[in-house]
């Protein structure tokens, strides 16, 4: 299934890091790429510190150029994100990404960038040149605040035990009314 958004000259796409783009007003999430955060440091060969996470950004932006990108929509992450395989040029971008050493083939997804992972390693592309910490670990450490929770994810913004007593809630009123309509069609219900 296509994301049904096709971007030309006329509606440019934005990058807004290197793992994230936005077409026609919906974010998208290369699938089986991670990249650095866009406020992420990394160091060089040297020691010295450098904006990885905005180079990253740079690079796909790089990567895309002025083509149009077409986007294959796999899933939905859990910030309601698209998770898509984009494509610009005929090029994957998420495997370009990879092969020029500005994110990583993702661990939890089954992704078919292992060796372009490993050909950017043995060249020594881009953040392989120097250190840097695993963008996953970088995130751990350095919560985002976006503000009020407003529109956020439930896990966010309601504490685990409640999401798990509403489910359990939930579940237990829909087995209620599962019963109540079994005994409706088959003559047994109670009168209230």
């Known amino acids: 299934m296509l994301c049904g958004v096709q971007v030309s000259h006329a509606a440019p796409v934005r990058v807004a890091d290197g793992d994230t783009i936005e077409l026609g007003g919906q974010r998208i999430r290369l699938q089986g ?31 895309i150029g002025n083509d149009s990108v077409q986007c294959e ?69 350095h919560p985002r605040d976006d503000g009020p929770p407003v529109g956020r994810h439930a896990g966010d913004i309601i504490p685990r035990a409640t999401q798990d007593w509403l489910r359990e809630r939930s579940q237990a009123a829909r087995q209620s009314v599962a019963r109540w309509l079994r005994s409706f069609w088959t003559g047994k219900a109670e009168a209230r």
């Open 33 to 63: 790429i991670d990249a650095p955060e866009l406020h992420q440091e990394c160091r060089d060969a040297s020691g010295r510190s450098w904006a990885c996470g905005r180079r990253a950004r740079s690079e796909l932006r790089k990567l």
């Open 73 to 141: 929509r796999r899933s939905r992450d859990r910030f309601s994100r698209s998770v898509a395989v984009c494509r610009a040029g005929g090029r994957d971008l998420g495997e370009a990404m990879v092969r020029v050493g500005f994110a990583f083939a993702y661990p939890d997804w089954a992704s078919p960038y292992g060796a372009a992972e490993m050909d950017a390693r043995s060249r020594k592309a881009g953040l392989w040149a120097g250190s840097f910490q695993n963008p996953r670990a970088w995130r751990d450490q």
